[in-house]
């Protein structure tokens, strides 16, 4: 018996209405925002316009440029919330929008009904009222990919303009997180594909639009960081350098705990009380346990700057077994392989530097709202949702069902079109939407609405 279908144009109207309620639901829940330390560290950068902590100023001058304490915070909430929940309601709309294109232009109500259950992900809800750097970056990722989508859907110049937004959203997400180096630069191949993937026309004209996104992420980059580093003095380069220190960092450490050659034959000098300490703070779950060592951080921080690179190629070289092994274990780690009690599931309320939060008018504890978004939260701690395996396993899939859907279809139509477009730009963003990488925090869990759904 066949499944009752809809119209897409009502499939649409839902997931868009039910989108926007979502956020309007989060804004109202969370408002003015969740604070923890590291936010309310930054809302001090806010408002003294001066850098105090090792996080990139991004954050902190969004803050303060919307108006900083409790305005700036709240702005970031709404920011999160529409990003997050029309970024979800915009890949539906290319979804659909395309298959409408191919011919099919009604919607099972099974595939419409698991739409509407990713939407409503508890997950989405618990996170996009938190003020945390992470929660940006995860929304902003999200918006770009969402944009990107729109642009393999949509024809000639309205194509260009979501890959142009895209571009420029993405060289903005570069600077939230230390991560943002390593794939922001790769999902710029998003917007680039969706404009130039199976696309008619001269090829000079799809190099030259793929040259206009380059050139839109490069000018977006340099004019957010003038702005911020107008607005946050003292900052330096703490979008990109802190994150390759870490790294290094962090896999020195690994190799030294896990490694099984004697102390005095490591690549570098290190006493036997100092590599105790190293191997005692060293986590697999996260590299924030290594700083509660004072004497393993003294070792570290004594790897002089401009010799950090040469240590950490050379460890890799002369410890390759502890180097995979400190890597296989970070990463079923952060797939939450061995669950989820080395991070913190979820923040509430407000707490920080107290001497920070004062400055800012801001006392500290937690509302009725909150305590109960924490009750809420806990049914779901130990969902698979709550669980980053899970979401790897649906984006696999997400592939897997992408690619057979788009040979199946190329099979049965003369020429692919669109949706040659949509496949290239499913098929890469799959790999990205969900990544968090190299283990540095395990706080964030965003699940994201794979296409091949719809």
């Given at each position: 018996m066949p499944l009752p279908m809809i119209d897409f144009r009502k499939a649409l109207a839902v997931f868009s209405a039910l989108a926007m309620t979502l956020a309007i639901v989060a804004i109202a829940l969370h408002f003015p925002g969740q604070i923890s330390m590291d936010t309310s560290m930054q809302l001090y950068e806010a408002q003294t316009g001066r850098s105090v902590s090792w996080a990139p100023p991004f954050m902190s001058a969004l803050m303060r440029w919307l108006g900083g304490s409790e305005r700036g915070t709240a702005g970031v909430v709404v920011i999160c919330s529409l990003l997050t929940y029309l970024s979800l309601a915009m890949v539906a709309n290319s979804a659909l929008r395309l298959r409408a294109a191919a011919g099919q232009a009604r919607l099972s109500i099974l595939r419409a009904t698991a739409?509407?259950?990713?939407?409503?992900?508890?997950?989405?809800?618990?996170?996009?009222?938190?003020?945390?750097?992470?929660?940006?970056?995860?929304?902003?990722?999200?918006?770009?990919?969402?944009?990107?989508?729109?642009?393999?859907?949509?024809?000639?110049?309205?194509?260009?303009?979501?890959?142009?937004?895209?571009?420029?959203?993405?060289?903005m997400a570069l600077q939230i997180r230390q991560q943002g180096i390593f794939m922001a630069p790769l999902l710029l191949g998003l917007p680039i594909l969706a404009v130039v993937a199976g696309r008619q026309g001269a090829r000079a004209r799809r190099i030259g639009a793929a040259a206009i996104l380059v050139a839109t992420f490069v000018l977006s980059l340099l004019v957010t960081q003038a702005l911020v580093a107008q607005s946050i003095a003292n900052s330096g380069d703490k979008s990109h350098s802190v994150g390759f220190r870490n790294i290094m960092l962090y896999d020195i450490a690994g190799i030294v705990a896990r490694s099984a050659t004697p102390t005095a034959a490591l690549p570098v000098a290190i006493t036997p009380q100092q590599r105790e300490a190293v191997r005692s703070a060293y986590s697999s779950e996260r590299i924030d346990y290594l700083i509660g060592s004072r004497e393993a951080m003294v070792w570290l921080d004594s790897i002089p700057d401009n010799q950090r690179a040469r240590v950490w190629r050379k460890f890799i070289r002369r410890e390759?077994?502890?180097?995979?092994?400190?890597?296989?274990?970070?990463?079923?780690?952060?797939?939450?392989?061995?669950?989820?009690?080395?991070?913190?599931?979820?923040?509430?309320?407000?707490?920080?530097?107290?001497?920070?939060?004062?400055?800012?008018?801001?006392?500290?504890?937690?509302?009725?709202?909150?305590?109960?978004?924490?009750?809420?939260?806990?049914?779901?701690?130990?969902?698979?949702?709550?669980?980053?395996?899970?979401?790897?396993?649906?984006?696999?899939?997400?592939?897997?069902?992408?690619?057979?859907?788009?040979?199946?279809?190329?099979?049965?139509?003369?020429?692919?079109?669109?949706s040659s477009r949509h496949a290239s730009v499913a098929g890469v963003s799959t790999r990205y939407k969900r990544s968090r990488s190299f283990g540095w925090s395990s706080d964030t869990r965003y699940g994201r609405k794979p296409p091949w759904i719809v």
């Open positions: 739409c509407v259950l990713l939407l409503l992900n508890p997950v989405l809800l618990i996170y996009v009222g938190i003020v945390w750097k992470d929660v940006l970056f995860s929304s902003a990722m999200s918006a770009a990919v969402a944009l990107s989508f729109a642009a393999a859907a949509a024809e000639g110049r309205r194509a260009l303009a979501w890959a142009a937004m895209a571009a420029a959203l993405l060289a390759p077994a502890a180097f995979l092994e400190h890597k296989w274990f970070v990463f079923l780690a952060l797939l939450d392989v061995n669950g989820i009690d080395g991070c913190l599931p979820m923040h509430v309320g407000v707490s920080g530097n107290a001497d920070y939060l004062r400055a800012e008018g801001i006392a500290e504890g937690s509302n009725a709202r909150a305590i109960g978004l924490y009750a809420f939260a806990e049914w779901f701690f130990d969902w698979p949702i709550f669980r980053h395996w899970f979401y790897a396993l649906v984006l696999l899939a997400a592939v897997a069902t992408t690619l057979l859907t788009e040979n199946v279809r190329r099979a049965h139509a003369s020429s692919a079109g669109s």
